[in-house]
């Protein structure tokens, strides 16, 4: 007999999904520089959950512990958006956030390394699918772009690498502490963060002023969406659906933001783009589906 999927975490799923693929956008129309906007996403994220954690009466019982064992999985967020808000900058939201996800083959190589786990043909074929797909949208005319396009490709791969140890320094994390609930967790890890990217925006000469509306209204969407109401609803979603539909469902963000970028940023785009695209995030899925995935603990 089949189980039903639950209609409610369908919906949470798909709106987690689709708010997630609007922070690139965000990005995009905030006018400060990339580490300042990933501070802010941090600083206006880490708030909101504070504040609505404190509402729920659910900010108690957060240790020393918790905050030392969350200064890993911080550093390497903030790594990640550190070099993903670059190649946003670079190759524009729709691209950067579809190289970014090629971070499934990482933590599917870190499983091997780390947790002796094997790579099927499945994993293989995924693999061979996505770079075919990545290889019609950005190589066949490699030699034409930018050196400041061919690096924001380079970054929007290395994000993934950032993104994996994150992943895995918070699965880490959550399982040596295991009385901090996902969404403590996420705050915490939010405020040390904006802790560390506020270090970094110093270092670099830079300035936190917020210079017109259409910035605030930018960042704060960034901090809202991206760190707040799109994680509790896919993270309220998760455990209600099959594995599979998960990963098909996450694959909405980077489609939705590559749409997204080509309707509000006009990117050009041709017919091997669209198969690129389409080629890209089959691989994608297809390499994701293994027997014992790694949760996602928060999309990029």
């Known amino acids: 007999m089949t189980a039903t999927v639950p209609r409610a975490a369908l919906w949470r799923m798909f709106a987690g999904a689709a708010l997630i693929s609007t922070t690139s956008i965000f990005v995009r129309w905030a006018h400060v520089g990339p580490t300042e906007s990933a501070f802010w996403r941090m600083a206006f994220g880490g708030a909101m959950l504070l504040v609505l954690l404190l509402a729920r009466g659910q900010w ?3 240790e020393w512990r918790d905050w030392a064992w969350l200064v890993l999985p911080a550093f390497a967020f903030g790594a990640d958006l550190f070099i993903w808000h670059r190649s946003i900058e670079y ?10 996800n090629f971070q499934v083959f990482i933590m599917a190589l870190a499983g091997v390394l780390f947790f002796r786990e094997r790579l ?3 994993f293989i074929f995924g693999l061979v699918l996505a770079l075919i797909g990545l290889w019609l949208l950005v190589g066949v005319d490699w030699s034409s772009f930018t050196p400041q396009f061919r690096l924001g490709v380079w970054l929007g791969l290395a994000t993934g690498v950032a993104y994996a140890v994150y992943l895995l320094s918070l699965r880490r994390a959550q399982l040596v502490r295991s009385g901090m609930t996902p969404m403590r967790a996420l705050c915490v890890n939010s405020l040390l963060c904006a802790a560390m990217l506020a270090g970094a925006v110093l270092a670099e000469g830079g300035s936190f002023a ?3 509306g259409e910035t605030w209204a930018a960042l704060l969407g960034l901090g ?10 896919i993270a309220s979603a998760m455990p209600q659906l099959p594995a599979s539909l998960v990963g098909l469902l996450l694959l909405l963000q980077p489609a939705l ?7 509000l940023f006009a990117r050009p785009t041709g017919a091997l783009d669209w198969i690129g695209l389409a080629l890209s995030l089959l691989g994608i899925f297809i390499g994701s589906a293994r ?6 603990a928060e999309p990029v």
């Open 291 to 296: 027997r014992r995935p790694v949760p996602v």
């Open 257 to 263: 933001s590559f749409v997204l970028d080509v309707i």
């Open 224 to 233: 809202l969406f991206g760190q707040v109401l799109g994680w509790v609803f």
């Open 60 to 62: 108690r019982g957060i």
């Open 120 to 122: 099927g043909p499945r």
């Open 91 to 100: 190759i524009g939201p729709g691209l950067a956030t579809l190289v970014a």
């Open 210 to 212: 917020i210079p017109d």
